[in-house]
Structures are given as structure tokens and as C-alpha cells.
């Protein structure tokens, strides 16, 4: 199995650089190929999936659903709620239905709970009809960002850094089968946006940027079975 290299969060589609209707052009190439599949940005907490799919979305003029948001809505309780009163297995088959819906709905740019990715089940529904976004960011970089909200039920015991670590390891393996994998890196959103189009430009055939570095970009390679 050949190594899966991620596109590089400073990889951009430098749209600022062309003009409106060249953006345009690109940026409805991108929803054009798309069809009627959603894209799905997983990762784990702190990830950025939320705030980069929101400008995502704006980019290429998409609807925005937030998973855990939906899954809110449907249970009348907040995720800590219902984790604390019905426990994570029951969370997580919920969560499967939620999103099994919400795919029917593309096309949309999708962000997902940090454990969704793991069900098999969600997997191959995202594999069917959306194109999946691994937004892989470093142990500090997620520390810093959960330490602003106390939201999040797996972080509510224990020591945050070593929960984070042990999610890493047990998730990680599994973010990778995802499409395609972006740094989320501590920068503006909108340079984490800019390499999420991109790479997504480029895993649907559509035109590439012009005139690109060999050092801003680095492709991503394919599996090889």
C-alpha cells in the first residue's frame, strides 16, 4: 500500500488572484462535479470542521449542515444530554440514522462529529455519496481550540491531552481512509478553505490553479491496491 501524502494547508487555489468571473468559474466546476454528492469534512474535535465547512460552503455556494447540530434538533437534547442520560452506544446509532438522512440531501457541505467516521455503516454511506474531507490537525493545535468550550462529553473526564491522544491513535488509521486529507493547521480559516477546495478541484478533475509551485503544492497520492 503505497503512503497517502496530505495536501498541505498553504496549498491554495489562490482565488483572491483571479478575477471574479475566473473564481466563479472554477469555484462552479467544483459544484458541477460534484453531482448530487455531499462533501464531509471528518475529523476529530477541535479539528475545524465546523468553521471551515461553514466558509466552505459560502466559497461554492452550498448549504452547510452541521451533523451534531441536526442530531440536537432530532433528540430535543444537547449531545452532553443525551450522552449523560442514554450513554454513547445509543448516541452513536442515532448519530449513524442522523447523518444516513442528511446524506440524502447533497449537495452540501457536511461536517460530522469527531466518532461518525468510525461506524462502518456512515463510511461506506459517505463513500456512496459524498466525497470525504479528513481535516488532520496536531495534538496542539487541538488542544488550544477544545480548551475554549466545555461542551464536549468525552472531554468532560479525565485529562483532555490524554483522551486526545488516545483518540488519535484509535481514530487516526481510520480519518486516513477518507478521500482526501488536509492540515488544519493554526492559520486563518480561509487558507484551510482555500486548500480544502483545491484538493477537492483536484479529486474531481476539475482545472488546477495556474501557474503553482512545486513547493505550495504537493499532490496526494492514490492507494495503490
Wanted: charged share 30%; proline share 5%; aromatic share 4%.
Amino acid at each position: 500500500m503505497g503512503e497517502i501524502r496530505p495536501y498541505p494547508a498553504k496549498m491554495t487555489l489562490r482565488l483572491a488572484e483571479h478575477n471574479k468571473d475566473d473564481r466563479e468559474r472554477r469555484l462552479a466546476d467544483i459544484r458541477q462535479s460534484l453531482g448530487a454528492r455531499s462533501i464531509v469534512l471528518i475529523g476529530l474535535m477541535g479539528a475545524g470542521k465546523t468553521a471551515v465547512g461553514r466558509r466552505l460552503a459560502n466559497w461554492l455556494d452550498l448549504p452547510f449542515i452541521d451533523a451534531d447540530s441536526e442530531i440536537e434538533e432530532a433528540a430535543g437534547q444537547t449531545i452532553k444530554e443525551i450522552f449523560a442520560e442514554h450513554g454513547e452506544a445509543y448516541f452513536r446509532e442515532g448519530e449513524r440514522k442522523v447523518i444516513a438522512r442528511l446524506l440524502d440531501g447533497g449537495p452540501q457541505v457536511l461536517a460530522t462529529g469527531g466518532g461518525a467516521y468510525m461506524n462502518p455503516k456512515t463510511r461506506a454511506a459517505i463513500k456512496a455519496r459524498g466525497i470525504s474531507v479528513w481535516l488532520n490537525a496536531d495534538l496542539r493545535v487541538l488542544l488550544k481550540r477544545v480548551g475554549r468550550r466545555d461542551h464536549r462529553p468525552l472531554l468532560s473526564v479525565g485529562d483532555p491531552e490524554a483522551v486526545m491522544k488516545k483518540l488519535m491513535a484509535e481514530r487516526g488509521p481510520v480519518y486516513a481512509e477518507a478521500d482526501i486529507t488536509v492540515e488544519s493547521r493554526d492559520v486563518p480559516h480561509d487558507v484551510i478553505v482555500g486548500a480544502v477546495a483545491d484538493a477537492l478541484a483536484a479529486e474531481l478533475g476539475c482545472e488546477a490553479a495556474p501557474r503553482r509551485s512545486a513547493q505550495a503544492a504537493t499532490p496526494r497520492r492514490k492507494k495503490v491496491q
